[in-house]
């Protein structure tokens, strides 16, 4: 109901803009897509309709590279494991129950990690 007379909007890829859709938003002349891509906007339906279509590549870099390293090292010390485990009423209180309930834990001192990005 908004942007039925918005003139510019701004949406993340959890939206979709069909031709449908966008023959409704009369006074529509510009979409900003927060990220890369805009597979979810139907982009010649937007042409012809004289909308353009922009994105935002660089948006969230920063916390999808703090997510990934957290992914890492949570993969690397088997925190999820341990965490279930915890909820699941499991007490560790060795090294030896470390090994059990997360199997493949280890020390991240002394180890060396290299990061590439690809976008």
Known sequence: QVLNEAVG??????????????????????????????DNIDIKAA????????????????????????????LYRRNTWLYQALREGTRVQSVEQIREV???????????LGLIGFG
Request: with cysteine; net charge negative.
């Open 9 to 38: 909007a701004m949406m993340y890829h959890t939206i979709t803009l069909t031709r449908e859709d966008l023959e409704k938003f009369k006074a529509l002349r510009v979409i900003v897509r927060i990220g890369s891509g805009y």
């Open 47 to 74: 042409g012809e309709l004289g909308i353009a279509v922009c994105n935002i590549p660089s948006a969230a870099v920063e916390e999808t590279a703090d997510s990934t390293v957290c992914h890492v090292l949570n």
């Open 102 to 112: 997360a199997s493949g834990a280890a020390r991240i001192r002394g180890e060396t």
